[in-house]
């Protein structure tokens, strides 16, 4: 088992009258630099100066040969600047090694050099330091340096590596960057597995895939670092006080207590923080909406609080308001302040065991692994992913044997096809009614290894993704190389490449998409049911067409032959009917959605009748694929299947009937009016979120 290691990050005050002081936090285990100071640890200003050490172009033994460095520390530094309003300026610099601890030398520096004194910074550590100098009285950070361990060693006193290209048994040079760059920015650890400024690294090669989440930062770490540095416009916050009230007549503050936020409607977390010494907490820079808000114990506290209590939720319910400050207190009562039985410790896959968050895909099953005190008395039933995203099966609970000291359990959990990036924590009750949460233990990160903003800018990137959306396989690398060759030619041309790609986009739905399975999906079900498909029916039978064996045609027929024997359709259509009466069923329900009369396919229909299933699916199939049917149909399936492929969700009504009437004034087959409703689409916040969250499109690119 490959465990993951914790980094440190030491502060320093600036000098002042007498000698300077510090203090130092080691794994989280000791005082954060919140508690220390009067006011938050930031930069007094937005524009931020690093110098990369010359260090950086001739790296020691410690780091892999050919490794990208200096790439690594400029994109771990660009993706914190995109989620706030922090500008780096990097210069180069002559100097190898971090500043004494006793002051600074004003240059904030990043460096990987092996020298004596960096070695020594970085004795207690694995992957590297970051020593902080600041105000003590206004927290103004005026120099930052990062260095990254020249002699890293595993726990047994192996020699270690980094690299950039997720070699197995290494670690992620641009993960360590991104990691420390956060403290350099004044944060601290966080409690939340996913995210990067959780305390903990893992090796590439953790469950057996490359551990290249810590490169990108997740929403908790978005809400951290814009509390200090902005936008913060229209943004609300959620604040408030835990107290411990179990004695009578005497109130004590939850002091160093993890307090985290999750959204209702999604699941994600999206913020996190600590209960300062009087109990007191602030969630800044929250999206308005409603908020789920927990609090668990800090294990790693030197607060008296740390065990002290069980894991809680505060409200299942916060309203959160632009501009404005909610307020939930919290009175801790019994049974919270008993002591805990129930202790997550680990999660895991493929039989492998980690204090890190696990990678999940969307539309993917997973066998999740649960291991801590007290696991083994947890229900199937009661483990749970607050998300709609989510679905976990309860029957396939099962006792794990990984030579562990506490029990380990599995249960299987499916990703829905649309889940988007984000966090998502488990939940868990045991029988005795106590609970317990791994906080962002599942990540979805669809662009982990991509350096853009939003993974759908990068060429591949896109391509694959249409495939997989559109055409329901992965492009072979001859496609995504010509295809990402004619994007590549528009060079820095925003309004060439957003052509191109709408021209891609728009030729896989309509010349591969429609005619091959949507339309006649649509069909099939408006015919048969009564009822436009769902997107998981539309899902199921799409990869029952392209799965087949044979022609799309006999895909589709096979099908249909399914279709008939299902429980809705034979009790709209009983078996007991005739040759003409079931023809005549199927040409009223074709009427009674389209107008469209096909009585003079009457005579044709009844002849394919047979008296088995087989004929009664060439009827269906036929009478759906009539020219007049499917230009009948042609536009509630155009935009019901963008829904399914781009949003991989089910339609809500306003918005289906908004783009149906849209098309409804437009010639049928309108190129015009397909790229600029695929262009909607594909511009829209919904559709890139579910790979990033930052979107670097707007509706405004569409010309309407």
Same mark, same amino acid.
């Given at each position: 088992?490959?465990?993951?290691?914790?980094?440190?990050?030491?502060?320093?005050?600036?000098?002042?009258?007498?000698?300077?002081?510090?203090?130092?936090?080691?794994?989280?285990?000791?005082?954060?630099?919140?508690?220390?100071?009067?006011?938050?640890?930031?930069?007094?200003?937005?524009? %931020?100066? $690093? #110098?990369? /050490?010359?260090?950086?172009? &001739?790296?020691?033994?410690?780091?892999? =040969? +050919?490794?990208?460095? !200096?790439?690594?520390?400029?994109?771990?530094?660009?993706?914190?600047?995109?989620?706030?309003?922090?500008?780096?300026?990097?210069?180069?610099?002559?100097?190898?090694?971090?500043?004494?601890?006793?002051?600074?030398?004003?240059?904030?520096? %990043?460096? $990987? #050099?092996? /020298?004596?004194?960096?070695? &020594?910074?970085?004795?207690?550590?694995? =992957? +590297?330091?970051?020593? !902080?100098?600041?105000?003590?009285?206004?927290?103004?950070?005026?120099?930052?340096?990062?260095?990254?361990?020249?002699?890293?060693?595993?726990?047994?006193?192996?020699?270690?590596?980094?690299?950039?290209?997720?070699?197995?048994?290494?670690?992620?040079?641009? #993960?360590?960057?991104?990691?420390?760059?956060?403290?350099?920015?004044?944060?601290?650890?966080?409690?939340?597995?996913?995210?990067?400024?959780?305390?903990?690294?893992?090796?590439?090669?953790?469950?057996?895939?490359?551990?290249?989440?810590?490169?990108?930062?997740?929403?908790?770490?978005?809400?951290?670092?814009?509390?200090?540095?902005?936008?913060?416009?229209?943004?609300?916050?959620?604040?408030?006080?835990?107290?411990?009230?179990?004695?009578?007549?005497?109130?004590?503050?939850?002091?160093?207590?993890?307090?985290?936020?999750?959204?209702?409607?999604?699941?994600?977390?999206?913020?996190?923080?600590?209960?300062?010494?009087?109990?007191?907490?602030?969630?800044?820079?929250?999206?308005?909406?409603?908020?789920?808000?927990?609090?668990?114990?800090?294990?790693?506290?030197?607060?008296?609080?740390?065990?002290?209590?069980?894991?809680?939720?505060?409200?299942?319910?916060?309203?959160?308001?632009?501009?404005?400050?909610?307020?939930?207190?919290?009175?801790?009562?019994?049974?919270?302040?008993?002591?805990?039985?129930?202790?997550?410790?680990?999660?895991?896959?493929?039989?492998?065991?980690?204090?890190?968050?696990?990678?999940?895909?969307?539309?993917?099953?997973?066998?999740?692994?649960?291991?801590?005190?007290?696991?083994?008395?947890?229900?199937?039933?009661?483990?749970?992913?607050?998300?709609?995203?989510?679905?976990?099966?309860?029957?396939?609970?099962?006792?794990?044997?990984?030579?562990?000291?506490?029990?380990?359990?599995?249960?299987?959990?499916?990703?829905?096809?649309?889940?988007?990036?984000?966090?998502?924590?488990?939940?868990?009750?045991?029988?005795?009614?106590?609970?317990?949460?791994?906080?962002?233990?599942?990540?979805?990160?669809?662009?982990?290894?991509?350096?853009?903003?939003?993974?759908?800018?990068?060429?591949?990137?896109?391509?694959?993704?249409?495939?997989?959306?559109?055409?329901?396989?992965?492009?072979?690398?001859?496609?995504?190389?010509?295809?990402?060759?004619?994007?590549?030619?528009?060079?820095?041309?925003?309004?060439?490449?957003?052509?191109?790609?709408?021209?891609?986009?728009?030729?896989?739905?309509?010349?591969?998409?429609?005619?091959?399975?949507?339309?006649?999906?649509?069909?099939?079900?408006?015919?048969?049911?009564?009822?436009?498909?769902?997107?998981?029916?539309?899902?199921?039978?799409?990869?029952?067409?392209?799965?087949?064996?044979?022609?799309?045609?006999?895909?589709?027929?096979?099908?249909?032959?399914?279709?008939?024997?299902?429980?809705?359709?034979?009790?709209?259509?009983?078996?007991?009917?005739?040759?003409?009466?079931?023809?005549?069923?199927?040409?009223?329900?074709?009427?009674?959605?389209?107008?469209?009369?096909?009585?003079?396919?009457?005579?044709?229909?009844?002849?394919?009748?047979?008296?088995?299933?087989?004929?009664?699916?060439?009827?269906?199939?036929?009478?759906?694929?009539?020219?007049?049917?499917?230009?009948?149909?042609?536009?509630?399936?155009?935009?019901?299947?963008?829904?399914?492929?781009?949003?991989?969700?089910?339609?809500?009504?306003?918005?289906?009937?908004?783009?149906?009437?849209?098309?409804?004034?437009?010639?049928?087959?309108?190129?015009?009016?397909?790229?600029?409703?695929?262009?909607?689409?594909?511009?829209?916040?919904?559709?890139?979120?579910?790979?990033?969250?930052?979107?670097?499109?707007?509706?405004?690119?569409?010309?309407?």
């Amino acid at each position: 088992m490959n465990h993951p290691v914790s980094f440190i990050v030491t502060l320093a005050l600036l000098a002042g009258i007498g000698a300077p002081g510090r203090f130092e936090t080691r794994d989280s285990y000791e005082l954060e630099p919140a508690t220390q100071t009067v006011r938050r640890i930031k930069w007094p200003k937005r524009t %931020i100066e $690093i #110098a990369f /050490s010359n260090s950086l172009l &001739s790296p020691g033994s410690n780091i892999k =040969t +050919g490794s990208d460095i !200096v790439g690594a520390a400029r994109r771990a530094l660009a993706r914190w600047s995109s989620m706030t309003n922090v500008n780096f300026v990097v210069s180069w610099s002559a100097a190898t090694s971090v500043s004494p601890a006793s002051g600074g030398d004003g240059i904030s520096l %990043i460096t $990987i #050099a092996d /020298s004596f004194e960096n070695e &020594s910074f970085n004795a207690d550590s694995t =992957t +590297g330091r970051t020593r !902080v100098f600041f105000d003590s009285e206004t927290g103004a950070i005026a120099e930052a340096d990062v260095c990254i361990n020249p002699r890293p060693r595993s726990e047994e006193g192996a020699d270690l590596q980094f690299s950039t290209d997720g070699s197995p048994g290494t670690y992620d040079l641009e #993960a360590t960057f991104t990691h420390e760059i956060g403290h350099l920015l004044g944060l601290d650890h966080s409690a939340v597995l996913a995210s990067t400024m959780q305390s903990r690294q893992a090796f590439n090669g953790t469950f057996g895939l490359p551990a290249l989440t810590e490169r990108t930062l997740s929403e908790d770490d978005r809400q951290r670092v814009r509390s200090l540095y902005g936008p913060k416009v229209r943004l609300g916050r959620i604040e408030g006080r835990l107290v411990d009230d179990r004695l009578p007549n005497i109130a004590s503050p939850l002091d160093s207590v993890n307090v985290w936020a999750e959204n209702v409607a999604t699941g994600r977390v999206v913020a996190s923080g600590v209960t300062a010494e009087d109990g007191t907490y602030k969630l800044d820079g929250l999206t308005p909406g409603q908020y789920r808000l927990v609090a668990t114990p800090r294990e790693d506290s030197a607060s008296n609080n740390a065990q002290r209590f069980r894991s809680f939720e505060i409200s299942n319910q916060v309203n959160v308001k632009p501009e404005l400050a909610t307020t939930v207190n919290y009175n801790l009562v019994s049974p919270q302040g008993s002591l805990p039985s129930l202790n997550p410790r680990m999660v895991g896959l493929n039989a492998e065991l980690s204090t890190v968050a696990l990678p999940v895909e969307a539309g993917k099953k997973i066998k999740l692994y649960l291991a801590g005190e007290g696991i083994d008395q947890v229900p199937g039933a009661n483990i749970a992913i607050n998300s709609p995203y989510f679905t976990v099966d309860p029957s396939s609970l099962s006792r794990e044997q990984l030579g562990t000291s506490f029990p380990v359990v599995s249960i299987e959990v499916t990703a829905a096809a649309n889940a988007p990036f984000g966090d998502y924590s488990i939940k868990l009750q045991s029988t005795s009614g106590e609970t317990a949460f791994f906080p962002g233990a599942l990540t979805i990160d669809p662009g982990v290894s991509l350096s853009v903003s939003n993974p759908i800018d990068d060429h591949r990137f896109f391509i694959a993704q249409h495939y997989a959306d559109l055409i329901g396989r992965e492009p072979d690398q001859a496609t995504i190389e010509k295809l990402s060759a004619q994007l590549s030619q528009c060079g820095t041309r925003a309004d060439c490449l957003r052509a191109r790609r709408l021209d891609l986009s728009t030729s896989l739905l309509i010349q591969n998409e429609l005619p091959s399975t949507g339309l006649f999906l649509h069909g099939l079900y408006t015919t048969g049911l009564g009822r436009r498909p769902r997107f998981a029916e539309y899902e199921m039978d799409r990869n029952a067409i392209l799965n087949h064996n044979s022609e799309a045609a006999d895909g589709r027929l096979a099908l249909a032959l399914a279709f008939v024997q299902r429980p809705e359709f034979e009790r709209k259509y009983p078996a007991s009917l005739k040759a003409g009466e079931f023809v005549d069923q199927v040409l009223s329900a074709i009427n009674q959605t389209t107008n469209i009369d096909l009585k003079t396919e009457r005579s044709t229909l009844i002849g394919l009748f047979d008296g088995t299933n087989a004929g009664r699916a060439a009827i269906l199939e036929r009478s759906i694929s009539q020219p007049r049917v499917v230009d009948a149909q042609y536009n509630q399936a155009f935009v019901l299947v963008q829904y399914f492929s781009y949003l991989r969700r089910d339609p809500d009504d306003t918005g289906l009937n908004f783009w149906v009437n849209v098309l409804k004034n437009k010639p049928l087959h309108d190129p015009d009016s397909a790229r600029s409703m695929v262009c909607a689409f594909l511009t829209s916040a919904e559709y890139q979120n579910r790979f990033g969250m930052v979107t670097t499109h707007n509706g405004g690119e569409c010309g309407n």
